[in-house]
């Protein structure tokens, strides 16, 4: 390296320290809205239905209890691609016309079992929309947010898994009885 390039290197790394952090840091924002400017509320009750359709509430709470339509609004925010976001955006609207064409009734107002027979299609036919495209399905998005979601949840993990606080000694040749999963 000669003088000149060690100066301008020098003045480069003075005048970073000089801006502050706070500049080379806001590029990591992506200078994002944050999810209560992208998704309305009725938007998150709309991902707890659906989110409440893929794991609904039995013997552990379902994914209604453990406030999944939030966590995916506020995940896909700061987390999903802009092309994402507006799959994840558009398939609300898109998921409310499916329901409306076969039921003539919005997605919120169908019966558990209409909810299930159609994301069963959905999800066929995101399968097959995902070998093909590049993008993925607006449902397969929601559906990996609703899973993620609820088993990284309190209920999820505490409730839907088998939980064990502390961590014990580790065993290497137990027997496997088809037990539930750990958290």
């Known amino acids: 390296m000669n003088r000149r390039e060690s100066i301008r290197r020098m003045a480069w790394a003075a005048g970073a320290s000089a801006a502050g952090v706070e500049l080379f840091l806001a590029g990591c924002d992506g200078g994002r809205k944050n999810a209560k400017e992208t998704f309305s509320e009725e938007d998150i009750a709309f991902f707890d239905e659906v989110a409440e359709t893929i794991i609904p509430s039995a013997d552990t709470p379902g994914a209604k209890e453990a406030a999944v339509g939030k966590f995916i609004a506020h995940y896909a925010q700061g987390c999903y691609a802009d092309e994402q976001?507006?799959?994840?955006?558009?398939?609300?609207?898109?998921?409310?016309?499916?329901?409306?064409?076969?039921?003539?009734h919005a997605f919120k107002d169908l019966t558990a079992a209409q909810r299930i027979e159609l994301l069963t299609v959905l999800d066929k036919d995101a399968k097959q929309h995902n070998?093909?495209?590049?993008?993925?399905?607006?449902?397969?998005?929601?559906?990996?947010?609703?899973?993620?979601?609820?088993?990284?949840?309190?209920?999820?993990?505490?409730q839907a898994l088998k939980y064990n606080p502390v961590p014990g000694g580790y065993w290497g040749c137990e027997e496997y009885h088809g037990e539930q999963a750990w958290a």
Do not use: V
């Open 131 to 158: 070998k093909e495209n590049k993008t993925p399905h607006y449902f397969t998005l929601m559906k990996q947010l609703a899973l993620f979601g609820f088993f990284t949840s309190k209920q999820g993990m505490t």
């Open 85 to 104: 976001l507006a799959a994840l955006k558009e398939g609300i609207t898109r998921l409310n016309e499916e329901a409306d064409k076969k039921y003539n």
